[in-house]
Structure formats: C-alpha cells, structure tokens
C-alpha cells in the first residue's frame, strides 16, 4: 500500500515557483528547492519527477494565474475600455512594486523564462506561447470593443494594439528589473495609453 502524502503539494509548488521566479531555472539548485518546498530531494522527485517538471508546473501556475487575473480585468462591459486598461497596468505596477528587493523588481517570470529558456526549451517554449495567444486575445477583444465605442483609435487593428501593449507591459517588467521607480513605470503607462486615444 503507497503511503499517502503529508505534505501540501500546492504549498509546496508555490514555494518552489517563487524560488524559480527569483533566482530562473539555471541558477536555482535542488538543495534550494528542498529549502523553498520543505521538502526532501525523494519527495521532490517522487511528487514533480524532476526538476524540469517542477518548473514547469510552476510556471503554468503562474501564467495561469496571471493570465486570469488580466482577463478579470479586461472582461467587465460596463466600464470603459481605458478604465479597464489602466486597471491592467495599475496592477502590473502594483506586482512589480510588491516584489523589489533591493530597489529593484523580480520582473515576470514569464518574461523571465522566455529570455533564459524558451529559445532551447520547447516546452517552455510552448507554455508561453499559449499564455501570449490567449493575453492577445483578451487585450484584442477589449481593445476592438473599444474601438467600437469610439475609447480607442482606429488608426490600428486591434490585434496590432494588443501586440504593442503586450510589448510595453513585458518591457515595463524589465524596467522594473533595471531599478526603474513607480513613477517612470506609471509614466510608460500614461503613455502607452496615449498611443490609444482617439
């Protein structure tokens, strides 16, 4: 008979998620897993298979998470298109500011793993793919809703805004990486959204 588990798989993968945040894939070793999850090596493996596997399952967990959070945002008709955006960045800023250390933020994990690994790592790869598409296509169902109601230009598809505030906000999380302050990350946004206005 297997022994059931006695620890919190999901406080555990949480633990492990921000260890990989902070530190990437590489720079992260097992001793500091088992420091970060409180768990043993055995454990680890026995529960996530590897180390690769655990990454990975963390950083879905992250994407997904993120990627819910902005389509919360994004998804609510009865307020306006420019009030959901700013919504949208607020909380980017808000995320980068939580997470200093040292003056400096942690930046995205995604965009994070996308620099250290996605051009060697097809899974990863894969992973963030699928979270760019679907962000996309939140951003781009917003964005075309407000066009529609005349909030935002025309002047571009709405796909093609959805690609540029994709870009701004990932480059937004490196600024923050680089010690940019809340006041620089609030102006990108002011301008970001000023590209938008009819």
């Not at 945040?21 to 720079?27: D, L």
């Not at 001793?31 to 026995?46: D, F, H, M, P, V």
């Not at 607020?90 to 793993?113: L, P, W």
Request: proline share 3%.
């Amino acid at each position: 008979m297997a022994r059931p588990r006695t620890f919190d798989e999901e406080r555990a993968l949480d633990g492990a998620l921000r260890l990989f945040w902070e530190n990437g894939y590489e720079a992260t070793s097992t001793q500091e897993l088992c420091e970060a999850t409180g768990l043993g090596r055995s454990s680890i493996y026995n529960t996530f298979s590897s180390k690769h596997a655990l990454f990975v399952r963390a950083l879905a967990r992250y994407l997904d998470a993120m990627a819910d959070r902005q389509a919360r945002i994004l998804d609510d008709p009865a307020r306006p298109v420019g009030a959901r955006l700013r919504e949208l960045f607020a909380s980017v800023i808000d995320t980068d500011e939580a997470n200093r250390r040292g003056g400096r933020g942690i930046g995205c994990f995604g965009v994070n793993s996308s620099a250290e690994l996605a051009g060697r790592d097809p899974e990863v790869a894969g992973l963030l793919r699928r979270d760019l598409e679907r962000r996309h296509a939140d951003l781009s169902g917003a964005l075309a809703a407000g066009q529609r109601a005349g909030e935002v230009s025309r002047a571009r598809e709405a796909g093609a805004y959805a690609s540029y505030l994709n870009a701004v906000i990932a480059g937004m999380r490196v600024s923050a990486q680089n010690g940019a302050d809340r006041a620089t990350l609030e102006a990108v946004a002011d301008t970001a959204l000023d590209a938008l206005t009819p």
